[in-house]
């Protein structure tokens, strides 16, 4: 019997990709001045030049945001900014549906970084009334 497990994850890698046509990553793009340069470097493929670079970036970049957020989110009493599910997304879950929804409306790429990734944070996973 075959087993067909790695299909959803190339299936998403090719979703992530695809929407890209012939953009590639610059040297700019690391400068990080809008959540447009971060989605770049987190739809770095493979074939890219500074693939490894970007994704290095890309993920320490968004961890980095997210652990300054969540401690932000965690001194507050109240009106939490978000609430994860648990489990938790993985990162790569986690990134590919920020880019995802990055890409879904062209105003959010010209956001700044840190901005973007709060909105999607509070509007993908929002905190049930009361937290």
């Not at 932000?72 to 994860?84: K, P, V, Y």
């Not at 648990?86 to 790569?92: E, G, K, M, V």
């Amino acid at each position: 019997m075959r087993t067909w497990a790695w299909l959803p994850g190339f299936a998403l890698c090719l979703a992530i990709a695809a929407p890209r046509a012939q953009a590639v990553v610059t040297e700019d793009n690391f400068l990080v001045r809008t959540t447009g340069d971060l989605i770049e470097l987190c739809s770095a493929t493979p074939s890219e030049a500074m693939y490894t670079a970007a994704s290095n970036f890309c993920h320490g970049f968004a961890i980095g945001v997210f652990r300054v957020l969540q401690a932000e989110d965690m001194a507050r009493r109240s009106n939490h900014l978000f609430c994860l599910p648990d489990p938790a997304p993985t990162r790569n879950e986690a990134l590919a549906g920020f880019v995802r929804w990055a890409r879904a409306d062209a105003n959010r790429t010209a956001e700044r970084p840190a901005d973007g990734i709060a909105t999607f944070l509070s509007q993908q996973y929002p905190c049930p009334r009361g937290r």
